[in-house]
């Protein structure tokens, strides 16, 4: 972790990854009464971390902007996303990673930036749920474009996605395989005793 902050160039990165990984320690330590510095991480052979704790539960991180967001199942593999708009070429990211019924749903929406957000994320939740990264292919994976539930099979797996628009203008989608909506909370602080969180039903919208 140390090793992969020093090659950021930025403070925002520097702050953005410092956050994140102490997110993950801080959450993960709770789940394993253990202290967080005492927590070892490795990589699957497709690049994906985990825990190396015998009795860890499966956890996923990913952040954007101002943004960090941790994903944590204790049953199954899990998968989560989060992006905000950015100046790209969606249009041509979109003919790139997505299939012909899901550019027609691109080339149809009210609000093409979202649904591209939508698109996106949702795919890039399923394939880290899978364990193999974009290596999977993302235009092989079949997602809605739209905020809310999604159930879709990848790989003969079926997949629930759950897809959230961030009043800010963001776009939050985490998958896995047990069909039970998560739980969200919002961690107010994170300090050497453990976090503070609240749960929250007014930053997302489904």
């Not at 490795?42 to 952040?63: E, I, R």
């Amino acid at each position: 972790e140390l090793t992969r902050l020093d090659r950021f160039r930025q403070h925002p990165d520097k702050e953005r990854h410092v956050l994140a990984h102490s997110l993950k320690r801080a959450v993960l330590s709770q789940y394993l009464s253990s202290a967080t510095h005492e927590l070892s991480f490795s990589q699957s052979d497709y690049g994906k971390p985990f825990c190396v704790h015998p009795d860890s539960p499966f956890f996923n991180l990913s952040h954007s902007g101002d943004w960090v967001v941790l994903a944590v199942s204790a049953e199954s593999e899990v998968g989560v996303d989060v992006e905000f708009e950015r100046a790209i070429d969606a249009d041509s990211i979109v003919k790139r990673v997505s299939s012909a019924r899901e550019i027609a749903v691109y080339q149809r929406s009210e609000c093409p930036q979202n649904c591209f957000l939508c698109l996106w994320t949702q795919k890039e939740a399923i394939s880290k749920a899978c364990g193999q990264g974009i290596s999977v292919g993302l235009s092989s994976i079949p997602c809605s474009g739209e905020v809310g539930f999604h159930s879709s099979s990848f790989m003969g797996v079926s997949y629930a996605s759950y897809t959230y628009l961030f009043f800010e203008g963001g776009v939050l989608s985490y998958a896995s395989v047990a069909h039970e909506s998560p739980k969200i909370e919002r961690v107010t602080h994170i300090s050497g005793g453990g976090i503070s969180s609240s749960l929250v039903d007014s930053v997302f919208a489904l």
